[in-house]
Every structure is written in C-alpha cells, then in structure tokens.
C-alpha cells in the first residue's frame, strides 16, 4: 500500500497551478458578478476569457517530456495533457468571444453562464489529468453537471429545459453506468489507479470475465460521452433544444473531454484488454458513421445538421482509438482537435447570423449568403469543405490519418466503409454550399457582430484552410504525444 507524503503532495502542487488557478478565478468571477449591474454583465464574460488565457499560458508554461505523477498518484501531466488543456482553454475562450453577442442581444447576457462555462473547462481538465478512478470521474461530473445547467440557462425557454431534463436523465444513468463499469474493474483488479489497473491486467487478468463485464459497462459510458451510436440520442434534441451559444459550447471542448476519457481508460488503463475493447469500439465506430452521415441527409435545421454530422466524426475519432497503435492514437487526437476547431467555426457562424428573435438555424436562411456577404460566405464554405474532408482542407487530413491507421492493422473493409460514408457525408456539407452561392436570398438584412467577433470567426475559418496546406506541426505534436 502506498503511504502518503504530505511534503511531496505540497511540492507536486506547481503541476496542478493552471487548475488551481482556474477554480479560483471562477469562484472570485461568481463572487464579483454579484455585485455588477445588469448592463455591466459583459464585465463577467472579459474576466471569464482572460483567465482561460492566463490559465493556458499557465499549462503551456511546464516542460513536459514524460509522465509526471503527483497529487499522491491522483494526478498525471504528460504531453498528451498539457497539448489537450491549452486547446480546451483556447476554445472556450474563443467559444466565450462567439456568445457574447448572442446573450446580449437576447437580453440573457448573464454571468452563471460564464461561471458555469469556467467550472465545465474546470472539469474537462481535471479528467484530461486524472490519473485515478476516482479523479477521472470527478472531472467527468463536473464538466456533465455544468452542462446539464448551461442547456436550461434560457429560463423562459420550454425547449430548453426539455432538451436539459432530457439531457440530465440520459446523462445520469451513462454516469451510473461508467461509474458501475470501474467499480466492476476496481474489485476484480483491487487498485483504482489507472497504472496499476494496467499492470494487474498484465499479470494475467485480462482474460477474466469480470474485467470483461467491466469493460461492456465502460464502453457505454464512453459511448455515450462522446454521443456514438446507439448512445446519441439526445445529441440531435439537445443540439437543437439549447441556445445557440450553449449549443457551441458543447459541440466544441466536451469532445476533448470524451477523448481524453478514452484514452485514460481504454489504452491507459486497460491496453492489455485491447483485443476486447478494440472490436467493441468496431461496432460503435460503424454505426456511428452510418447512421451519422445517412440521417443528416434529411435534415432541414442546421443544427440537427451538425449534430448528425458530430456523430459521424466521433466514428472517425474511434476508428483512430480502436486501431490500438501510436499512429491510430495520434490519428484520433489530431483529429478530435482538428473537429473541435472546425465545430467551434461552424456553430460561431450560426451565432454571426442570428439576430432578435432570429436564430438561423435553418439551411434556408443562408440562401443567397455569397450576395449579402461574399466573405462570411467564403468562411462557411472553408468550414463546410473542412468537415467534409475535401482537400486541401484540414478534415481531408484528419480522416486521412484514422483511414491509415485502420489499414495499418489490416482492416480494409473498415477503411473502405469509412471512405465511401465520407462520400455520402460530403453531399449534405455541400448543400450549404450550393445553397449559400447559388440561391436567391430569402433575407436581405445587414449581417451584424462585433468587430472582434467578426475577425475571431474569420481567423478561426482561415485557420482550419491553414492547417489543411500546413498540417506538419500539429500532426508532429500529436505524434510526439501519443507515438
């Protein structure tokens, strides 16, 4: 048994400063946000995005070559983390930026939304770094708790709290059966770290049918987490259900969270049951592909749109994560990144859009879009040819790397199957594109958006084309990552 050492828990803290920092920073946010005006809540978001800057730069500040263990075995930084914490952090700065406007114009510019947003990056971090059970889940209940009260955040909206109700109950039972699946792992492995997890498994349990129960159990929950099929069903409704700019946020960093879940348990904690595992991910993979990119034909609401397109792209991200190689875990982290940032575009363009009492959510509205604003029209385009994964644009090269790693382990149908979905899932992409150059406009009105909003959104597009032709650098941090 592993006695603890006060004096090594206070010095191992200065790896845990960025979280640290981030929970005081939104406890000190909640506290002055009390005290402000009604018409001086925009003071609460500026405070909300400079501290996830300083914290990133807090994250970004540690030299990090291997795995570091502190916090009593609680806590682990690698290069994995720290690359996953500045992205989450950058995001939802970024995602805070988009929404500003947003709550503003629909008088709900209020400060439990920042505050909620701060607590969920929070949560998303402590899970990126858990390095036990009991911190994985911790971090996993508070990135899903803040969630839960940013979907009703709009009290007089009924949709909301629907999609909210429904998003709890569903999320509430994935949690209970995650937390069962360890509990199953815990008892027959004896350990709740997730190293020692993987050396019992080494020494001969894998095999046992109760690590075997366990895993089921964990799959549905990290199926569910990252909304693959046939645990999605309150992606489309909650998509759709939340405020636009809720909706942002969870289309964009939860994903790292879902990913960074998977990673620590599946290949972390349990890579000696990867032949289990790998063939259960197989099945969510395929259906998530399938189902994903066949239904978001239908659609009509460009948020259900997304949201059908969000599970296809976790299909991708699991093909990358059940080829249970270096390349295959890069594949799926460049990926998930590249995914969040595209993601993070495209739903930011729906904010751009939308003005009181319009919400442009439906494809319709941006009909004519090239001749109210051949620029913002291009931007969509770059985002929509991303998501397709057309070249030279940054999806081509993320599906390109998680086909690669499936057929470096000898799963040619799957990568065949993956290929000829990407086709299908190109067509509806391309409907907006299509809709947004060659329609007549059905709206005529001004575009609206702040300047800072309006050069973030553009600089976000230009960045998803620069890392399509450039792909080399956060293809070489994903792979000294993860290879």
């Keep these: 048994m592993n006695t603890f050492n006060a004096a ?20 000190v946010i909640l506290m002055l946000d009390l005290a402000l005006k009604d018409t001086q809540k925009s003071w609460t978001g500026i405070l909300a995005i400079a501290s996830l800057i300083v914290t990133a730069l807090l994250a970004s500040s540690h030299p990090v070559s291997t795995r570091i263990l502190a916090l009593g075995g609680l806590f682990e ?47 998303i971090m402590v899970l990126i770094s858990a390095a036990n059970l009991i911190t994985l889940y911790l971090g996993l209940e508070l990135m899903s708790l803040c969630l839960y009260a940013m979907v009703a955040f709009d009290r007089e909206s009924g949709t909301a709290a629907e999609s909210a109700i429904k998003f709890f109950v569903l999320g509430s039972l994935a949690s209970g059966t995650l937390l069962y699946g360890m509990s199953i792992v815990y008892g027959v492995t004896g350990s709740l770290q997730l190293s020692e997890i993987a050396i019992a498994l080494h020494g001969g349990l894998a095999a046992n049918v109760g690590v075997l129960f366990g895993l089921a159990f964990i799959i549905v929950g990290v199926g569910f987490k990252f909304g693959a099929v046939p645990f999605h069903m309150w992606i489309p409704d909650v998509y759709e259900g939340s405020p636009t700019c809720v909706t942002l946020f969870i289309g964009s960093a939860p994903k790292i969270a879902a990913f960074a879940l998977a990673m620590r348990l599946l290949p972390e904690a349990m890579a000696f049951s990867q032949p289990d595992w790998s063939q259960m991910l197989v099945v969510l993979a395929v259906l998530s592909i399938g189902v994903g990119n066949v239904v978001a034909i239908a659609q009509t609401n460009l948020k259900r749109m997304l949201a059908y397109s969000t599970i296809s792209h976790v299909g991708y991200i699991l093909l990358g994560i059940l080829a249970g190689t270096g390349q295959g875990y890069a594949a799926a982290m460049f990926y998930t990144i590249t995914y969040v940032i595209v993601a993070t575009g495209s739903f930011g363009m729906i904010l751009l859009m939308s003005r009181q009492g319009f919400e442009a959510d439906k494809i319709d509205d941006y009909k004519g879009l090239a001749i109210r604003s051949p620029w913002f029209a291009g931007m969509m385009a770059i985002l929509m040819f991303s998501l397709a994964g057309l070249p030279p644009f940054i999806g081509f090269w993320a599906k390109f790397g998680v086909v690669q790693a499936v057929l470096g382990i000898g799963y040619t149908w799957l990568a065949v199957t993956a290929v000829l979905f990407s086709v299908v899932g190109a067509f509806f992409y391309l409907r907006i594109v299509k809709v947004m150059l060659f329609d007549d406009p059905l709206d005529h009105s001004v575009i609206g958006g702040s300047a800072l909003m309006r050069t973030l959104l553009s600089a976000n597009a230009l960045l998803a084309f620069g890392l399509g032709v450039l792909p080399g650098g956060l293809l070489a941090l994903c792979q000294q990552a993860l290879m």
Excluded at 8 to 27: K, T
Excluded at 85 to 96: I, P, Q
């Design 8 to 27: 090594e828990f206070n010095a191992s803290l200065v790896y845990a400063w960025p979280e640290i920092f981030l929970g005081l920073a939104a406890c």
């Design 77 to 123: 930084l690698d290069r994995m983390a720290q690359i996953l914490k500045v992205v989450t952090l950058l995001t939802v700065a970024v995602v805070f930026v988009y929404s500003n406007e947003y709550l503003r114009r629909r008088g709900i510019l209020k400060g439990e939304y920042f505050v909620l947003g701060l607590f969920a990056a929070l949560g």
